[in-house]
């Protein structure tokens, strides 16, 4: 695990250096915490590896009987890229909030880069787990597996996930034990730059979305996928500049001089109520409930 | 955008699709079991890739429901649409406001 400077976020300086206070501040068990290089005030974390072994730590400590404390704050130092070609940052501990810098915004540019896997969130005592402000960067597999179980929770809070690669996926949300996987909370999320699958994968999970903005150049099959009995709920959803293909081996459905033949081929029965559509300026159509039967 | 299959739930509420290249369906809902519901839908400024240009596919489709699925939508808005044809649920034809060619 090796982490640099980004020398390229000089804007980024000048904001957050008006920061007068650190919101999330360590504790004894944040013992590889350091001086951050960009912003010597702030006390956080430089490299993913030391997280990770301050969560083991902290894990035998509660295995030795000591008391765990109401919560976990592991903070990352604020304009630094974590290069995650050979780790991967694992989510061990219950109650637990990765936060970017001072005070858990995108902009502070906590920026984990590259790799396969940049997140691990297996089966186990994972409770609440907040991602706070982090930005998911240059993955090319899945970026965050949320692979615990339902009594689990990850939340998301003013992420980004930019730069992806090879049909990647944000976050992957499965119980690889078959049971009902854990929910996955996203407030605030912006996706830019990159060629996915399924951006956010929700197998037999429940999904939380608001805010949820892909800004440009993203190139998926879909920004969200449900199966396997799961449910979704998204408010607010804004997609520009991109193309998102759904079902590109449907395409015959796009085709108008083939959809009309094969739309009758197709073995369903269509329900569809509509109601308060607008369509042009010029007239509208109102229909309280429309059935259509194939 | 979105995919829902194999018995899934999808909710959707303030959709804005904005200056896409996009061929292809904004929201996609298929299999018996799944379900989805849309409200307050905006699609605006639809461009096709010159790519698709001198090709046929010039569709572009809001909502599509198949095999067995349920969809619900209301409060959509559709505008400019750069010549695209804009369909929900594949053959209900979608005029556009601010039509461009």
Known sequence: MTCKKNVLWGLALVAATSHAQQSYSVTDMNKRAVPCPEDPQQIGYKHVIDVNVDQRTELEAIAAGNPTPGGYVFPFCNRFKFLMEQEILEVLLPEVTFVCGYNGLQSELCVLEGGNVQVKIPEGS?????????????????????????????????????????????IHQMNPQGGTPMQVEINKAQIENGLAGHLFDNVGGTLVSSELSVIKNVYADSILRTSAGGTSSIAGITATLSDLVVRPFLVYLLEREFWRPLYIQLVCVLFVSLSDLSVTSYFYIHVSKLVVSI | MTYTEGGGKLTVSNVGVTEMNTLGTALFVEGAGSAMSVTTMDVNNIRLFEKYRAGTSRNFNVIIATGGATATASGITVTDCDGVDVSLFVDLKVNCVGESS
């Open chain 1, 126 to 170: 994972q409770t609440n787990v907040i991602f706070q402000g982090m930005s998911f960067s240059g993955f090319t597999g899945t970026s965050v597996e949320a692979y615990a179980s339902s009594t689990s929770k990850v939340t998301f809070n003013d992420a980004k996930f930019e730069t992806f690669s090879n049909g990647a996926t944000a």
